[in-house]
Nanobody, 123 residues
Framework: QVQLAESGGGLVQAGGSLRLSCAASGRTFSSYTMGWFRQAPGKEREFVAAIRRNTFSTYYADSVKGRFTISRDNTKNTVYLQMNSLKSEDTAVYYC????????????????WGQGTQVTVSS
């Protein structure tokens, strides 16, 4: 089992940047594929990015491709989401999630979730 805790959210102007972090407990972090999702008010939770457990290959939603970068540091049990060129439509609660398997963009495929961190982009 793994516990996840996001940090780094906040208020930023359009065009700005934020870096989210997700710290994981446990000694098996390297065995999990990690993902970032987001949920805006009144909308379903949607996939943002994922990074595979062993190859570190990545996968992005089209809406963030070229602006967001997911990375991980297995020595620190942490996954990051660098967000650049932020837009008002990026405003949401951002969640990190973990699964024992390959890259996947469906929330139901993930086994463990953090509590989320709010990102607000002002225009």
């Amino acid at each position: 089992q793994v516990q996840l805790a996001e940090s780094g959210g906040g208020l930023v102007q359009a065009g700005g940047s934020l870096r989210l972090s997700c710290a994981a407990s446990g000694r098996t972090f390297s065995s999990y594929t990690m993902g970032w999702f987001r949920q805006a008010p009144g909308k379903e939770r949607e996939f943002v990015a994922a990074i595979r457990r062993n190859t570190f290959s990545t996968y992005y939603a089209d809406s963030v491709k070229g602006r967001f970068t997911i990375s991980r540091d297995n020595t620190k049990n942490t996954v990051y989401l660098q967000m650049n060129s932020l837009k008002s439509e990026d405003t949401a609660v951002y969640y990190c999630a973990a699964r024992s398997g390959s890259l996947y963009d469906t929330p139901g495929a993930y086994d463990y979730w953090g509590q989320g961190t709010q990102v607000t982009v002002s225009s």
